[in-house]
């Protein structure tokens, strides 16, 4: 009798055992469909991506399935539009050429007008000279780590419920912990031709390839009901329970947005040099893929550079005239918005040592209302109950970063060029640390 007793006991425990590893599963995975990159977020938390499911519990009764889906597709339009407007917009190494020449009248051969190679992100007044020809090749690797200050691998995100206002069940939310991992690769060629001796003409060719992913980590708060069955999630074994993982990820390849310059010498003495250019972007890129801006823009800008003591410093200043993009309104519906204007600016100095130059370099931007991402609390209605949660809002902010690069004189008029952009702030979509490797040949 004692043994059989024990025997149960025994089969019990196994039983218990057997079932605690089922109980510490992670919750299902549903990976959602994607249409393109620029509605990736819409795609996640809209009709076909985040539902809560339910069942009636009482006679008459009816489920709650998708009430939660016309707030998740608001927030994160809002959300989509302040990441990819920064997605798009990553800075082009300058088709500058490393060698600069001039016409010397007195003995009829061209000279070199600066010893150093120049500027790697930034500009300089001086022009290659006349029937010169510069051809470049570089790439870029950007990885996004942060947006506005916060780590875009733990991103919160309150939703609530249609009507949360009538209170009981209604005043249920779902929080969120999203996974978000963007990353751009830019391979950009550039040709910069001497048109006349104080006149250049560049084309800048890239082409991008950008990838999202984004792992949203779902938790019903039951603020407002204690049946398990008005909201729940469905696991892969068909038992329920409040957790869910939801996944979008999309990736494309292709053309960017190709960008014409014109820069001429304005006044030139010894040392000293300004010039006016003009930047005109062409929308080549696929902005529903993420790979240009969707729209046109225009940017002059002034350069004034000079040399002292073997030491060039430079600066530039210009304003960016941005035209009306899907990316700034609505990708899924086609509406356009005004993408913001921005002013650029850069200073900073290169030193030439023979083969070797040496670049440095501070640039901003200074974007114009632009959409921002807040980090807030969110107060349930139950009046107790706090949860992280993301706001936005629209104002002009300041995006700062530093270069440090060099150029090396291999042979010839062949240049190597290394590069390290580093954020300075926090401010909007930022890759802490992004380099650049790319070669140069003048002709």
Known sequence: ??????????????????????????????????????????????????????EATLPGEQPHTAHFTSDFQFNFSQFNTALVNHLVTVPLPSPAAGFTYEFDASVGVFRR?????????????????????????????????????????AVPAVFTHDNAQLGGGREDV??????????????????????????DVSLAVPVVST???????????????????????RQSDGSIGTRRLFTASARASGLGDIVVRMKGSAFRKNSAAVAAGLDFRIPSGDALNLLGA??????????????????????????????????????VTGQSGDLPDQVVYAVGADL??????IAFDVLGRYLIDAERIVLEDFHARDGKSVFPNI?????????????????????????????????????GVRAKVTPLIGLEYGF
Request: glycine share 10%; net charge negative; aromatic share 8%.
């Open 1 to 54: 009798m004692i043994d059989d007793v024990v025997k149960r006991l025994l089969v019990i425990i196994c039983l218990v055992a057997s079932s605690t590893p089922a109980s510490a599963q992670e919750p299902y995975n549903l990976t959602a469909p994607v249409s393109n990159l620029a509605t990736l977020f819409h795609d996640l938390f809209g009709p076909h991506g985040i539902i809560v499911d339910s």
């Open 113 to 153: 007008t600066t010893q150093s190679f120049g500027p790697i992100l930034a500009e300089r007044a001086e022009t290659i000279g006349a029937r010169r020809v510069s051809v470049g090749f570089a790439i870029q690797h950007f990885s996004f780590s942060t947006v506005e200050g916060l780590d875009l691998g």
């Open 174 to 199: 779902v929080t969120t912990l999203n996974d978000i991992d963007a990353s751009v690769n830019q391979s950009i060629t550039y040709v910069t031709v001497g048109v006349a001796d104080h006149l």
């Open 391 to 427: 706001g936005f809002s629209q104002e002009s902010f300041n995006l700062l970063s530093g270069a440090t690069g060099i150029k090396i004189n291999a042979f010839g008029r062949l240049l190597i060029t290394g590069n390290l952009l580093l954020a300075f702030d926090d401010n």
């Open 294 to 331: 969707g729209a046109p823009g225009l940017q002059p800008f002034l350069v004034v550079s000079g040399t002292v003591q073997g030491i060039s410093p430079h600066l530039n200043v210009g304003y960016q005239w941005n035209g009306s993009s899907i990316l700034a309104g609505d990708p």
């Open 352 to 357: 030439g040592t023979g083969r070797f130059t």
């Open 211 to 233: 990838s999202l992913t984004v792992v949203s980590d779902a938790q019903i708060q039951r603020l407002g009901t204690t049946n398990p069955l008005t909201h729940f999630y």
